[in-house]
């Protein structure tokens, strides 16, 4: 009899996966065992896929005292046992199969259904969380500031300069020769690209600040970073240009290389792609270490001041520009920083779990967020997602 009990039991969580759509190879062996003359198969199929009549049903098992119920259910079984025909038995059977059935079936599909609204809440609400939202904003020499967000902007007294929400040009024949400095801002969400009047170009990844010249006159093209930038510099062997992050030079001629120089950051990475660069601390001539083979990375680090050499895959460091990202054994809080960073948001992750596990892949960067995050966990990463308040919220999958 307990055989029988269970087996109802595993049937109806059966028939409650199909229902749910998560029904297995073993789900569908057992479904296709049920005799197909069973008296109201079809009938409990129906009742089952309409919604209301679930709910009602979930409502009345609620109601149940099941402890209760066993108690009576013992005293009714000894004073019936020996009176009751073999007929009458088989008809309580299969009723009391039939309730078994729409409980096992109502209580998981019930189950399932809470678990599935609220995974489809959860990537929902990550899923509206977007890449490339952030407005950049140009602050002019005449402390004007200008959000850019159209397409092309016509801005008084700027003759000379293109401005875009994409892109700055300036002229080098048209701009009046009066020396001045303009700075961009690059939020969270947001990427710039800028050439400036010299034929130098500039990319400026998410969350960076840049102050650079706006005229060809400067006797030194001296630009200001916070943040990340890729750089692709006019030859100019009388004018050597120079990014200055803090303390931290590069002095280049002619060349183009990354500078990763966020604040707050432990490190500043800059790695070159072709040329050569002089990687130093500002008014230190005594520090110093020359960049000329492709792939060669400096980290430059604050606290000491201490500059040391690598080789390293420039594409790691270089794929932001292209619309990459890509991670080698990167550990989970580097993950978490770079992504936060471009689809500004912010994240909640214990320290251990951010330490603990490392990535490895690539991905677009104008993929939903919510696929990004999916395609982490499925390389073995065991972490659950939820979301309050418009933070993401990390963690370990028990």
Request: aromatic letters at 10%.
């Amino acid at each position: 009899m307990m055989k029988k009990i269970v087996d109802v039991i595993k049937l109806g969580e059966s028939v409650g996966r199909r229902l749910s759509d998560n029904e297995t190879e073993t789900d569908k062996r057992r479904i296709s065992d049920w005799d197909e003359t069973a008296s109201g198969k079809e009938e409990v199929l129906e009742k089952l896929s309409d919604p209301d009549y679930i709910q009602e049903k979930t409502l009345y098992y609620k109601s149940f005292d099941i402890a209760g119920a066993w108690k009576r259910a013992k005293v009714r079984k000894l004073a019936q046992q020996k009176n009751m025909h073999s007929k009458m038995r088989k008809l309580v059977w299969g009723a009391a199969a039939a309730v078994t059935v729409l409980l096992s079936v109502t209580v998981y599909f019930f189950q399932q259904d809470d678990i599935v609204k609220e995974n489809v809440e959860v990537h929902q609400a990550i899923a509206n969380i977007l890449p490339g939202r952030g407005v950049p904003v140009l602050y002019l020499d005449d402390d004007r500031q200008i959000a850019l967000n159209a397409d092309t902007l016509d801005i008084e007294g700027t003759r000379g300069i293109e401005v875009g929400k994409k892109m700055i040009t300036y002229s080098k024949d048209q701009i009046e020769k009066e020396e001045k400095y303009n700075k961009i801002v690059v939020p969270k969400g947001g990427e710039f690209h800028l050439v400036l009047a010299d034929g130098s170009e500039i990319w400026l990844n998410a969350e960076s600040t840049l102050q650079y010249f706006v005229h060809d006159i400067v006797k030194e093209r001296v630009v200001y970073l916070q943040g990340e930038a890729y750089f692709k510099i006019a030859k100019n062997e009388q004018r050597p240009f120079k990014i200055i992050s803090g303390e931290h030079e590069v002095k280049v001629l002619g060349t183009e290389f990354n500078v990763n120089a966020y604040l707050g950051a432990p490190m500043i990475y800059t790695t070159l792609i072709e040329g050569k660069v002089n990687v130093g601390v500002v008014n230190r001539p005594d520090i110093g270490q020359i960049l000329q083979e492709n792939g060669r990375q400096s980290v430059y680090n604050p606290n000491n001041k201490s500059i040391s050499l690598r080789h390293v895959d420039p594409r790691i460091y270089t794929a932001w520009k292209d619309g990459y990202f890509i991670f080698r054994y990167s550990t989970l809080r580097e993950v978490m920083q770079q992504l936060s960073r471009w689809y500004d948001f912010e994240y909640e992750v214990p320290d251990m779990l951010l330490d603990k596990y490392h990535f490895s892949g690539e991905f677009k960067r104008f993929d939903n967020l919510d696929r990004v995050l999916e395609i982490i966990r499925s390389t073995g990463i065991p972490f659950v997602l939820d979301i309050k308040n418009g933070k993401v919220i990390i963690r370990e999958e028990a």
